[in-house]
């Protein structure tokens, strides 16, 4: 009795360990630990941001900008190392609109440099109608966006008006694209991977193309979802990461991609895998995983993978009400035949 009463204290020391862990990550999301505890509750790079993403500079400056749980505000951290970015101050660049459109529900804001600009990408809805959800974009000509003026270009015009989100800008022998998630026109599904040449910051080109819909069971738990398109180029081929199903534990990513000289615009072209690359894994506490980015380790070789996930899976409310999808990082591998390996069983 006097063992057993003894392995009971053991037990309920540990996981007070655990829980006490758990209340104060938010102040040592920077640190490391050689325990076994860091395995079991994942440690988070930022925590309560979702929708991350990381701008590394030629300079190797980095750049971290996510949706916050309020929904309210366009912040911007800034730092030398990946690491730093967790302890980086967090500035408000943009506030959301206290009446008409980008009043409500500002959800994933992306940057991007082009044009001797930076520009950031995000979805808003209206205050008297938050589901009236559009893509949006701010401009800065100022060489560090941290400082200098955003301007509001408007709308990201596309060819038919319904709900869009999750824009992501990328460039590929002198063009540049967007992916966005957008509802199909004939009301089908939640949203849908569409791609077309950027004219504008704001314009896309006439051509208008869907690459990817949700239609696999993986992709419909919940609800009839892609959306979240990150982008990486490496091997000759254009990967394009993108995340499916309800943004609770059933959340999960995917993977589609087509060749470096393939005709971009023609669906044909884009080949996507049958099964989820990224997806909840219990033993890790990594529940629910997705609308991820890439940028590159301090060494500027290194591929790293930004994404959010919860460590925990009953919900603290709704999927958009719980405030606890944290930012993590891990290295991406890459496989013998150029594909990326997002190590689904390992930690990161």
């Known amino acids: 009795m ?47 941001r979702a929708d991350p993403f ?55 804001p992306e940057l991007h440099y082009f044009d001797n600009t930076w520009y950031i990408y995000f979805a808003a809805g209206d205050t008297e109608k938050p589901w009236l959800i559009r893509m949006y974009v701010l401009a800065n000509r100022n060489a560090d966006p941290s400082q200098g003026e955003w301007e509001e270009l408007g709308r990201v015009k596309t060819a038919r008006d319904s709900f869009a989100l999750d824009a992501t800008s990328f460039e590929h022998k002198g063009q540049r694209y967007l992916v966005w998630a957008q509802k199909d026109p004939e009301e089908k599904l939640n949203s849908a991977l569409y791609l077309a040449k950027l004219n504008s910051p704001t314009q896309v080109g006439a051509v208008e193309v869907e690459i990817s819909r949700p239609e696999l069971e993986w992709e419909i ?46 669906p044909a072209s884009w080949h996507k895998l049958p099964q989820s690359v990224f997806s909840t894994n219990e033993a890790l506490k990594r529940y629910g995983p997705g609308h991820n980015s890439f940028t590159q380790a301090d060494d500027g070789q ?41 190590g689904q069983d390992k930690p990161d």
């Open 2 to 48: 006097k063992y057993g009463l003894f392995l009971l204290v053991v037990l309920g020391g540990i996981l007070a360990a655990c829980g006490e862990k758990q209340a104060t990550q938010s102040e040592h999301s920077g640190a490391e630990s050689s325990t076994a505890l860091s395995v079991a509750v994942p440690r988070a790079l930022i925590p309560q």
């Open 221 to 266: 738990q919940g609800y009839k979802v892609n959306e979240g398109a990150a982008v990486i180029i490496r091997n000759n081929k254009i990967f394009i990461t993108y995340s499916a199903s309800a943004t609770d534990h059933r959340y999960a990513m995917g993977l589609l991609w087509a060749d470096a000289d393939a005709d971009l615009l023609n």
């Open 54 to 108: 990381i701008y590394r500079t030629s300079a190797g400056h980095y750049y971290f900008i996510a949706t916050t749980p309020e929904f309210d505000r366009i912040e911007l951290r800034s730092a030398n190392s990946l690491r730093e970015l967790g302890n980086a101050e967090a500035k408000i660049i943009w506030r959301k609109h206290d009446s008409g459109a980008m009043g409500a529900n500002i959800w994933a």
């Open 302 to 342: 290194s591929d790293i993978m930004v994404y959010h996930a919860r460590d925990y899976k009953e919900l603290q409310g709704t999927p958009l009400t719980d405030p606890n999808r944290h930012t993590y990082i891990r290295r991406l591998e890459w496989t013998s035949d150029g594909f990326p390996d997002f």
